[in-house]
């Protein structure tokens, strides 16, 4: 595949967007989205306010556009992750692999889980869509499963994939809040312990 040419210009916008985001997500850590300012983010990251506007076009605008890199990103993770699996294999994988999203970008998942059920928030049609799309791959895995006769055809894919997100991403953030010496696996086998009841995944 041909590099495509990345002039000065694209590289510096690229390093501002990377400058704001890191500033912007250590300050809702610390103060909340609510109470964090453009003018706190600007002069956390070391760049001018107007350039904060020009990318992102407002703090709103900036939340959404981090959010939404950082959810697409999970997803197409979790996707190659599951990869021709199915069943609960395929949970099994999302769960180790959705861990180590949370882990790499601590303070994202904060965000995330603090603007998860915010229905009043500009960007919730961002965190729907992705809850939505994460969803869809966890009760695809599922329905496939029973197909293959490999998981209970009584249980409900669309319940147990909202069991299975809310239960790893909830007992993630504990993990990297309370108890981060702890090993990733250690942590997805007591997800999977919960989640796949009576299944064998060894």
């Known amino acids: 595949m041909a590099m495509k040419h990345i002039d000065g210009r694209t590289a510096r916008r690229g390093d501002t967007r990377e400058a704001v ?12 989205v609510s109470a964090t300012s453009v003018d706190d983010i600007a002069a956390t990251a070391k760049v001018a306010k107007g350039s904060i506007y020009y990318n ?47 882990r790499d970008r601590e303070k994202t998942a904060k965000l995330l889980a603090s603007e998860f ?6 960007w919730y049609d961002t965190t729907r869509k992705w809850h939505r799309n994460i969803s869809l791959l966890i009760e695809e895995a599922l329905i496939e499963g029973q197909k293959r006769n490999e998981v209970d055809p009584t249980l409900d894919p669309s319940i147990a994939a909202n069991s299975v997100l809310g239960a790893t991403l909830m007992a993630g953030l504990a993990w990297r809040i309370h108890s981060k010496e702890r090993p990733l696996e250690e942590i997805a086998a007591s997800i999977r312990a919960v989640v796949i009841v009576g299944r064998d995944q060894d």
């Open 21 to 32: 985001f890191e500033a912007a997500l250590g300050l809702f850590a610390e103060k909340s």
């Open 56 to 102: 992102f076009g407002s703090k709103s605008g900036l939340v959404d556009a981090l959010l939404s890199y950082y959810l697409e990103d999970m997803r197409d993770h979790l996707a190659a992750a599951i990869g021709d699996l199915y069943g609960w294999k395929a949970i099994s994988a999302m769960i180790t692999e959705m861990l180590g999203a949370i």
């Open 117 to 122: 059920f915010r229905t009043d928030r500009s």
